[in-house]
């Protein structure tokens, strides 16, 4: 039984955030769904696992006031097509995402990646496959599982990934509003009711959650923790001190055990979808990271 069918940019897409700045091409190939805006040093940013563009409808224009701006839908979420099942790997996700900047003949200066998408891309820069001048994790899944939990969740998520019924199922359960509230009560954040709208219209899709399922089965976060000592990338990250879904904790390791000479700014009271919940105060972390790298005129010299 085919889950292949997305959501629909026409319908699903009618009114999606900075829609505007949306366009769709081919890389990898896959159909890309991306958004472009800004002007300024470019600045690629990665969605994390179940997200899409949508989660950073109030950020990115924030930040377009000083960056270009590259944010596409991760593939198989959103409105991007979706790999091969084994693709959906974390050195198959890096491959596609160089395939994409190869392909829009970019080099981003920036790289911002939340959740898994900063997994993605850590990976992506220890493959060569971009070159940025600093790499920004934003609550970002960089550590193994430990212990039980590692033992049980990915065999648990390869089952539900490669049984279609797994995805309707979860997906028909989403038509519950209250469900989807649920899932982003668990992330320790707090979103208007737009938010919650947008994470639901994608999550009644089968083949977005499938994609979700893919990549956590598909996941070997061990390839980060041993790659991390070896980036050669000015290393920063950025963390909700509520975050539910990526223990705060986690970026302590990192900077204790892997990359003592990253920077970290702590945000609290915000959860793991802290760029949604308040956009301008993370922004502006960001855009002081780019006042440090060089790549912006410091507010003095404006």
């Known amino acids: 039984?085919?889950?292949?069918?997305?959501?629909?940019?026409?319908?699903?897409?009618r009114d999606w955030p900075n829609r505007a700045s949306s366009e769709f091409l081919t890389a990898g190939g896959l159909r890309w769904h991306v958004q472009r805006m800004g002007q300024g040093p470019v600045l690629l940013m990665l969605h994390g696992t179940g997200a899409a563009t949508h989660s950073w409808r109030d950020f990115a224009p924030i930040l377009a006031k000083h960056f270009t701006?590259?944010?596409?839908?991760?593939?198989?979420?959103?409105?991007?097509?979706?790999?091969?099942?084994?693709?959906?790997?974390?050195?198959?996700?890096?491959?596609?995402?160089?395939?994409l900047v190869e392909t829009l003949g970019v080099q981003p200066e920036l790289v911002l990646g939340h959740s898994a998408g900063a997994a993605i891309l850590i990976r992506a820069r220890l493959e060569g496959r971009i070159e940025p001048r600093g790499l920004i994790s934003l609550n970002g899944a960089l550590l193994?599982?430990?212990?039980?939990?590692?033992?049980?969740f990915s065999p648990a998520a390869k089952l539900f990934a490669t049984n279609s019924l797994v995805s309707r199922a979860f997906a028909l359960r989403a038509r519950n509003r209250r469900v989807i509230e649920g899932l982003i009560d668990s992330t320790g954040s707090t979103l208007d009711p737009a938010g919650v709208d947008l994470y639901q219209r994608l999550i009644r899709h089968p083949s977005h959650v499938r994609a979700s399922l893919s990549m956590m089965a598909n996941w070997d976060l061990n390839l980060i923790e041993q790659g991390l000592p070896n980036l050669d990338t000015p290393f920063f990250?950025?963390?909700?001190?509520?975050?539910?879904?990526?223990?705060?904790?986690?970026?302590?390791?990192?900077?204790?055990?892997?990359?003592?000479?990253?920077?970290?700014?702590?945000?609290?009271?915000?959860?793991?979808?802290?760029?949604?919940e308040k956009p301008h105060e993370v922004a502006e972390i960001v855009r002081r990271i780019g006042e440090c790298l060089g790549l912006l005129q410091t507010t003095e010299n404006r």
Request: aromatic fraction near 6%; proline fraction near 12%; hydrophobic fraction near 35%.
């Open 1 to 13: 039984m085919s889950v292949n069918v997305g959501p629909n940019w026409e319908s699903d897409g």
């Open 69 to 99: 701006l590259i944010a596409p839908d991760l593939p198989g979420h959103g409105f991007t097509s979706a790999p091969p099942y084994e693709r959906m790997s974390l050195p198959g996700m890096a491959g596609l995402v160089g395939s």
């Open 144 to 152: 193994p599982w430990r212990g039980l939990p590692g033992r049980l």
């Open 237 to 276: 990250l950025i963390v909700g001190d509520q975050d539910t879904t990526v223990s705060p904790r986690e970026a302590h390791r990192v900077r204790a055990n892997l990359r003592p000479d990253a920077k970290l700014f702590e945000l609290p009271g915000l959860g793991h979808l802290a760029h949604e």
